[in-house]
């Protein structure tokens, strides 16, 4: 993105005339310049992602301070890089060299929890799982979960269509989201969607801004839709000699019409790691473990007809949990995955590829190849339900070898997903990391279109320059 051409005239825009600038319609507090400081907002969790040193970064608490930041960015022709926790794993909250980052995360209350209309409307700033629990109280639900749900904001789920382990049943971020209050490049403030049940007014620009990675605009508020809350989910734990014969599970329930509440995979390598980080005491004999859960009125019958299919497809185990302690500790160690397996070398590169649930057996299959072509640890979970698979290529950043080696593998993986009729990402978008792939997915009439998009919301090029394209 080379469309930001300073406005300076006289050559002089300075971080000091930028902060200056941003202080006029901001309190002090909410302005950070201290270069010690400021760095530490460089990087999401992707930290291997090539990242500029942010300019300012700002914490703005109300629409008007957002719009003030935005006017002032458009005025001087500064990037903006919207962030939220910075748990995203593919780059796209990296800070672009002498931007402003406008992090979300002190506009984070709850407006309203209206169980009639079954909406909440928040800020961008909430954490998913304190949405979570407190519409809970009203005895509704937000399913979209993901593992980083204890920290990742509402507006960082929007702005990378987050998926989680629920979404077998329930689907993901883009389908809670009824409408959306969105600051402009230039600081108009736009609003999309409804509140309503229903409503097919124009064009649904609210879908436009799921999984745009902050390249449109700045959501500052979030009418979000709420189920019923569901009984409280049991969990199965089944192991398998191969990965095959749990892929082959994971098609026989989905194909004899069960809708578990998730259907989660862990290979042996995750297995092993979780259990070093967190001594979680799982089988690590098992080459498979899938975790299955019902949160039916009736989940031990459930439970029992999809243990059956698990045992005929070859599972060697299958223990139901006792309870929901016991089943919230299963779960507890699938949400630890991609943490643990960052323990193995330091550093991992997590894939995201998504395949018709029909190819899981033969993606998992290619991974294993590629990991001993490329004499690599690459640890495996997925939501198996949806044809969700996290390879991920642990390596050591120290080591220029294994980098170019761990890169190479990564890369192959996405090649592998594409050819089976997948996407190079399920849920955590394309970032920085995956940016050269998105072409190869979508075509280059699919990148002219989606640039052209970029262009009218954002014709100066300043909102999170470098993501997507
Ligand atoms: C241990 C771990 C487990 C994870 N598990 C899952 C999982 O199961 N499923 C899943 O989908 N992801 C998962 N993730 C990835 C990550 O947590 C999600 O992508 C999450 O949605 C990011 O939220 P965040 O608040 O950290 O956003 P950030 O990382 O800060 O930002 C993400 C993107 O959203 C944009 N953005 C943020 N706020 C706004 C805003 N208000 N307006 C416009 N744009 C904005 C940013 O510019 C960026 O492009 C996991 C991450 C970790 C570390």
């Given at each position: 993105m080379s469309r930001i051409e300073a406005p300076r005239d006289d050559d002089t825009m300075t971080v000091g005339s930028l902060t200056d600038r941003l202080l006029a319609g901001l309190p002090a507090e909410a302005v950070l310049t201290d270069p010690e400081v400021t760095v530490s907002y460089a990087n999401d969790m992707a930290?291997?992602?090539?990242?500029?040193?942010?300019?300012?970064?700002?914490?703005?608490?109300?629409?008007?301070?957002?719009?003030?930041?935005?006017?002032?960015?458009?005025?001087?022709?500064?990037?903006?890089?919207?962030q939220g926790a910075r748990t995203g794993l593919s780059g796209a909250a990296n800070a672009s060299e002498g931007c402003v980052v406008l992090s979300l995360t002190k506009m984070d209350r709850i407006l309203e929890i209206n169980p009639v209309d079954r909406v909440a409307v928040v800020e961008p700033g909430v954490v998913n799982a304190t949405l979570s629990r407190a519409v809970g109280e009203h005895g509704l639900y937000y399913p979209p979960d993901p593992s980083s749900w204890e920290t990742c904001t509402i507006g960082g789920n929007i702005g990378t269509a987050s998926g989680g382990l629920c979404c077998v049943k329930y689907g993901v971020t883009a389908e809670y989201v009824l409408g959306l209050d969105v600051v402009l490049a230039d600081g108009r403030l736009m609003s999309t969607g409804r509140r309503t049940a229903k409503g097919v007014a124009g064009y649904d620009l609210t879908r436009l801004f799921v999984g745009s990675e902050g390249s449109l605009g700045i959501v500052v508020r979030a009418v979000l839709g709420l189920r019923p809350k569901p009984p409280a989910q049991l969990v199965l734990a089944a192991e398998f000699a191969s990965a095959a014969d749990a892929c082959d599970a994971v098609c026989r329930i989905m194909a004899g019409g069960h809708v578990p509440s998730l259907l989660e995979l862990m290979d042996r390598t995750t297995v092993k790691a979780v259990n070093d980080f967190a001594r979680m005491g799982l089988p690590e004999t098992t080459e498979a473990l899938l975790l299955a859960a019902f949160d039916t009125p009736d989940p031990a019958a459930d439970l029992a007809a999809l243990g059956?299919?698990?045992?005929?497809?070859?599972?060697?185990?299958?223990?139901?949990?006792?309870?929901?302690?016991?089943?919230?500790?299963?779960?507890?160690?699938r949400r630890l995955s991609l943490t643990a397996l960052e323990a193995v070398k330091g550093t991992t590169m997590i894939d995201d590829v998504c395949v018709p649930r029909s190819r899981l057996g033969e993606m998992l299959a290619g991974v294993e190849r590629i990991a001993a072509a490329y004499d690599l640890t690459i640890g495996l979970c997925a939501h198996a339900g949806d044809g969700n698979t996290h390879p991920t290529v642990c390596f050591d950043a120290l080591d220029p070898d294994e980098s170019r080696r761990a890169r190479e593998s990564f890369d192959e993986i996405m090649a592998l997903g594409l050819e089976l009729g997948g996407t190079i990402t399920g849920e955590h978008g394309v970032g920085v990391l995956k940016k050269e792939w998105l072409a190869r997915e979508i075509g280059p009439v699919g990148v002219e279109m989606q640039r052209a998009v970029k262009d009218v919301f954002d014709p100066l090029g300043i909102l999170n320059p470098g993501k997507l394209f």
């Open positions: 930290s291997f992602c090539p990242a500029g040193t942010p300019a300012v970064v700002v914490l703005p608490r109300t629409v008007e301070q957002v719009q003030h930041v935005m006017r002032t960015a458009t005025e001087l022709r500064v990037p903006v890089v919207p059956a299919l698990c045992e005929e497809a070859g599972a060697t185990q299958v223990v139901p949990a006792e309870d929901a302690a016991e089943s919230e500790l299963l779960l507890q160690a």
